[in-house]
């Protein structure tokens, strides 16, 4: 019975293909895990396309909820029967980072969790929220970590506080969510007046159409009394970030955490200098910063936004639709 996915070169959406695989006991310091669910993040598709150059027959996926079948003989961490989350950089426990790039990875550098049954190192887990269940816990590890640390570890975000937010993918979502937990107040952009009205139900308190309003950094600007905002969650990159650069107030904060228009392109530096903003680049972030989050979620009882859920034979499709640009919230896995 096939109960993974893997990728086939030349590496495309289509080209996933179904596999078997056999759950292999734990070894010391080890965890079984049954995956109970996944989700997508646009780096997941960045590896499956072929752009980040995948081995053949990798396992995609960074993101997962399972439950432990067994543990290794020195693990106490966890214990049979236990609901945990998978890490997306499994080597980085805590403090400041000290690598480049995604060679430990799952799902990139590494076998991910497109498959029933995966064993990892302990340290590379965390427990679920209590409440949640496979399918939220699945969004937390790379979207709601990033958003999480753009704003508290890295923004240090204080009440009455404006943050803007581009969009209203897995990061935005959980962006928005968390600047209203934190007393900030939100303004938030889209293309579509019907994703904006949803943001709008989800807290944001102001509401920007990049498309009827191109100039929207001028425009989220103007709805603030200190010259602009605090905080920009910056998932755009280069086609959108002269825009969130015209958006801060002097001193303010931009988040560089996506690359949705491209790589690399023309910045407008004599301005970011001119305001003295600070534009920090970052990419989701250690267990510490995951375990801290999964506090708050709980305290606050968060939920995360999902917009659908596909049966993992179905990966290809659930890849198609986040290309599309068509959901709001997260795409998940279920297995």
Known sequence: MTNAMQIRLPATIDSLTPLTVKA????????????????????????????????????????????VLAVGSDVTSFKVGDRVLSTFYPMWADGQPDFVGFATVPGDG???????????????????????SYEEGATLPCAGVTAWRALVVNGNIKPGETVLIQGSGGVSTFAVQIAKKAGAIVIATSSSDEKLERLKVLGADHLINYRSEPNWGEAAANLTDQGGVDHVVEVGGPGTLPQSIRAIR??????????????????????????QGRL??????????QLDFIKACEATDMRPVIDSIFPLMELSS???KLVSGSHFGKICITL
């Open 24 to 67: 292999r006991e734990p070894m010391q310091g080890e965890v079984l895990i049954r995956v109970r669910a996944c989700s997508l993040n646009y780096h997941d598709y960045a590896v499956v396309s072929g752009a980040l150059n995948p081995k053949d027959g990798l396992i995609p996926l960074s993101d997962a909820a399972g439950e």
């Open 110 to 132: 590494v076998d991910g969790y497109a498959q029933e049954f995966a064993t990892v190192p302990a340290s590379s887990l965390t427990p679920m929220p209590k409440s949640y």
């Open 250 to 275: 002097p001193g303010g904060h931009i988040a560089l955490i996506g690359i949705l228009t491209g790589r690399e392109g023309a910045v407008p530096t004599a301005e970011l200098m001119r305001k």
């Open 280 to 289: 920090v680049g970052l990419t989701v972030g250690s267990r510490q910063h």
């Open 318 to 320: 659930a890849f198609n």
